[in-house]
């Protein structure tokens, strides 16, 4: 059974405001930081939580989240930081937990409609001079077993037809964040372990008119989220953005300290729009 989060205070450590937690929220800029956070159990949480109070996001979006007590010390030192929180809770499953600065208009996370709801998340924020939307979302992972490829290759197509049945004024201001848990079909190096309908995820994201934000910007070579142990990088990691969204992007980042820090093993994501 999926739950909505509601989260009892917070104890008096979690409740120090650090460096930028006064800053009121930002209007006409938007800074989002999306991150694996493996399913951190409390000490490692903890360590997480500590790097993100010591930035100054906007929005985080966190994946692979889970029912245990490293995601609630995450959301509840995140609500005490400032941050209004939202996280479906399901012990069996893990998920994505959406935080933000900026107030929350709308929640339409039943219109993208899922087949596993604590897996995808969605909003509309307060920002101006237009509303954003924000869909924060964790692709299950798969091996070779029949059961999690039906699993994954379900709930990739729900996500699409959810995001295609979004109103186009909606789609058009529409930012998707999270881990996808699948290559482009042009992605470098080239990766052949994928199923056609993986690759064709990121063909349909483009289809109607998401664009991943590194694209966008302007760099010498392909971004990598994720490393093998041979050392091969994967991209598994996005953030995307609608047709309105794509001439404000002004940065997009992959961070590799937390990951080479071991506070997981993917790198973080942030994009900074300018929202027009």
């Known amino acids: 059974m999926t739950m909505l989060v509601q989260t009892k205070r917070s104890p008096a450590h979690l409740r120090r405001k650090p460096r930028g ?28 939580l500590r ?16 029912g245990g007590a490293g995601t609630d010390l995450l959301a509840e030192g995140l609500r005490a930081t400032g941050f209004r929180v939202r996280h479906a809770r399901d012990a ?22 899922v087949t596993l709801p604590c897996r995808a998340r969605a909003v509309v924020l307060d920002t101006e001079p237009r509303q ?36 186009a004024a909606l789609r058009e201001r529409l930012v998707l964040a999270g881990d996808y848990n ?4 042009r992605h470098d190096p080239p ?17 109607i008119g998401l664009r991943p934000a590194h694209e966008l910007r302007p760099r010498r070579d392909q971004p990598h989220s ?3 142990r041979t050392g091969l990088g994967y991209l598994y990691d ?18 590799h300290g937390p990951r080479e820090r071991r506070l997981s093993d993917h790198a973080a994501v942030v994009v900074r729009l300018r929202i027009t």
Not at 52 to 59: F, N
Not at 97 to 113: N, P
Not at 182 to 185: C, G, T
């Open 21 to 48: 937690a006064e800053r009121a929220p930002v209007a006409s800029t938007l800074t989002l930081l999306t991150f694996n956070i493996g399913a951190a159990a409390s000490p490692r949480a903890g360590a997480i």
């Open 51 to 66: 790097w993100l109070r010591s930035r100054a996001d906007d929005v985080v979006v966190l994946t692979e989240t889970s």
């Open 92 to 113: 069996r499953e893990r998920g994505v937990l959406l935080a933000s600065r900026i107030g929350f208009v709308d929640d339409f996370s039943e219109q993208v409609g």
């Open 132 to 167: 954003v939307a924000l869909v924060g979302v964790y692709v299950p992972s798969r091996d070779r077993s029949d059961h999690k490829v039906a699993r994954k290759q379900a709930f990739i197509a729900s996500m699409l037809a959810g995001l295609r049945q979004l109103p």
């Open 182 to 185: 699948a290559v482009a079909r």
């Open 191 to 207: 990766l052949p372990g994928f199923f056609r309908w993986e690759y064709d995820l990121h063909d349909e994201l483009e289809g």
């Open 226 to 228: 994720w490393i093998g």
């Open 238 to 255: 996005y953030v995307h953005v609608g047709s309105g969204l794509h001439g404000g992007v002004e940065r997009c980042a992959y961070l």
